[in-house]
């Protein structure tokens, strides 16, 4: 599977950015996929997770109510709409898929995933 982020960029504090990351090489219907970030100096953290037909995500406390995640399999890509943003969500974001999965389950942990993009930047200004 191959993994292509981006809509990342520079915004201000309160704005919005929307990231898209498309996939080809295998069946993405049949990927859990997730959305991780990495802020400079801190670990990778999961921000949000959905299953095969998106019946069911999982968003991070720090996502909740601001971010959401969502796909169009038909289009072979994984959405996520921020808003709100805060200083704190600076930091590389980057898509993961999970081809090992089972529909209708969501995966947390990072090592669950084993294809990932190249990660995309998101620059929040206070």
């Known amino acids: 599977v191959q993994l292509q982020a981006s809509g990342g960029g520079l915004v201000q504090a309160g704005g919005s950015l929307k990231l898209s990351c498309t996939a080809s090489?295998?069946?993405?219907?049949?990927?859990?996929m997730g959305w991780f970030r990495q802020a400079p100096g801190k670990g990778r953290e999961l921000v949000a997770a959905?299953?095969?037909?998106?019946?069911?995500?999982f968003h991070a406390d720090s996502a909740k109510g601001r971010f959401t995640i969502s796909r169009d399999n038909a289009e072979n890509t994984v959405y996520l709409q921020m808003n709100s943003l805060k200083s704190e969500d600076t930091a590389v974001y980057y898509c993961?898929?999970?081809?090992?999965?089972?529909?209708?389950?969501?995966?947390?942990?990072?090592?669950?995933?084993?294809?990932w993009g190249q990660g995309t930047l998101v620059t929040v200004s206070s």
């Open positions: 959905i299953s095969w037909g998106g019946s069911r995500k």
């Open positions: 090489g295998r069946t993405f219907s049949r990927c859990a």
């Open positions: 993961a898929a999970d081809t090992s999965s089972v529909s209708g389950a969501v995966y947390v942990r990072d090592f669950e995933y084993d294809y």
